[in-house]
């Protein structure tokens, strides 16, 4: 049995549909991309969901899955050694699924007047994962352009960058979906795993 099952299922999901897309002969960016003005007027909501799925390059695919994988893992062995195998997954699969629709929900709501704007990947759902892991284990090192650095103050650097590239469109990055997602896995962290609240703060007071 897989020690981490949705998260190896996740991982060869975006994997297998990134490149079902990028070799099929069908434009299926044009389609199942996010496009926030699509999907408030048009009504096209699945995009919410299937643009999370499709990435832009090899690059853009390899950064969103290593680190799905590097934090997926851990954080689902934690929930499964403290709920069981079928709860433990359920609540990751959940936290991921959560973050990635309020990346895309926060995406629209900032773009849905703009005919032009499209967004894909996974980030969002990613950002989610890796802020529930900081929650259990905010005093881990993890690195940043091979600086190492706390995970708590990752965060703040992380959502302090999130916001500024919301507000100067700084770069080619879905920073809609980054902030969204962050907030979601957080949110849904506290929602969903009774006493993690208590268990964060115990880190600092």
Known sequence: MIATPVTFTLLFANIAISLWVWYSKYDYFNTFAEWPYQIVYEKKIYQALTSAFLHADWMHLLFNMFTLYSFG????????????????SV???LIYFISLFSGSILTVAMN???RDY??????????G????????FPFSMVGVFFI?????????????VSIYGMKHKFGNIGH????????????STFLLIEGSFRFF????F
């Open 201 to 204: 703060l115990s880190h600092f």
């Open 148 to 160: 190492p650095m706390p995970a708590f103050l990752f965060a703040f650097l992380y959502m302090g």
């Open 176 to 187: 809609e979906a980054h902030l969204g997602g962050a907030l979601g896995g957080v949110i």
């Open 118 to 127: 499209v967004a894909i990947g996974a980030s969002g759902a990613v950002s």
């Open 129 to 136: 994962i890796v802020f529930s892991y900081i929650l259990f």
């Open 112 to 114: 849905f007047n703009n």
């Open 91 to 93: 609540y990751f699969f």
């Open 73 to 88: 893992t851990v954080l689902e062995k934690l929930f499964i050694s403290n709920f069981g195998q079928t709860s433990g």
